[in-house]
């Protein structure tokens, strides 16, 4: 089994309270933990963001709903809790507020 360190990126270009594309993405044959991830407040306001964990079901989980952000404020959603992902499951995020946020997630892919 291989093991390598990634990073994704997401620059929000959201419409208010829509769902980002997927986000870290398992592929086939992978498993993936989430060891890192924070959402940056790119406005001049409070944002209140949300982080939903998706399965390959299409069933969704809220790892963080309506929480505050505040102006050139972050928020770290996991650093000393980490999520385990498997094939098929996804990280979306969304904001209160339209083209709000920056993201970065740190993620252990495992194939």
Not at 3 to 9: E, H, L, Q, R, V
Not at 12 to 36: F, H, K, M, P, R
Request: charged residues 15%; proline residues 2%; hydrophobic residues 40%.
């Amino acid at each position: 089994m291989a093991n390598t360190f990634k990073n994704a990126t997401y620059n929000s270009n959201l419409a208010a309270d829509t769902d980002s594309s997927a986000l870290a993405t398992v592929g086939a044959n992978t498993e993936t933990t989430i060891i890192g991830m924070t959402i940056s407040n790119i406005t001049t306001g409070v944002i209140s963001v949300g982080v939903k964990l998706k399965d390959s079901s299409n069933n969704e989980t809220w790892v963080v709903k309506d929480a505050p952000v505040p102006t050139g404020g972050s928020l770290v959603i996991s650093s000393s809790q980490k999520i385990c992902m498997v094939t098929g499951d996804h990280i979306l995020v969304r904001s209160n507020t339209a083209n709000s946020m920056n993201v970065i997630i740190s993620y252990l892919e495992i194939t």
